[in-house]
């Protein structure tokens, strides 16, 4: 298992970005998916955003419909850290935000390894 931790969390207005970082125990490029979730008071943990790299420097990204075209996943393979950059920031989008890592495709998120979470706050 690899130790996750996040940072980059805070309150914000509406319509304003922040970028979420996860730094990895180690080497996580080559052998985990990496994901982003998040979890609003009173409600399940939901998707976000995933990365999985093919080698060198093609990766895959996933994105739950809801962020499509405000968040963008990253990472660097050097700094054994993914980003969240999330931009025009809606209320909605409070929650605290976690990062994930599972090994493969065919793993499970739930079986991986989680960060303790970021709290963004969105203020309208």
């Not at 931790?5 to 125990?25: D, F, N, Y």
């Not at 998707?47 to 809801?66: C, E, L, M, P, Q």
């Not at 075209?69 to 980003?83: E, L, M, P």
Request: glycine share 12%.
């Amino acid at each position: 298992q690899v130790t996750l931790v996040e940072s980059g969390g805070g309150l914000v207005q509406a319509g304003g970005s922040l970028r979420l970082s996860c730094a990895a125990s180690g080497r996580i490029f080559s052998t985990y998916n990496m994901g982003w979730f998040r979890q609003a008071p009173g409600k399940e943990r939901e998707f976000v955003a995933s990365i999985r790299w093919s080698g060198g420097s093609i990766y895959y990204t996933d994105y739950a419909d809801s962020v499509k075209g405000r968040f963008t996943i990253s990472g660097d393979n050097a700094k054994n850290t993914v980003y969240l950059q999330v931009n025009s920031l809606k209320p909605e989008d409070t929650a605290v935000y976690y990062c994930a890592a599972k090994r493969g495709a065919s793993s499970t998120w739930s079986s991986g390894s989680w960060g303790q979470g970021t709290q963004v706050t969105v203020s309208s």
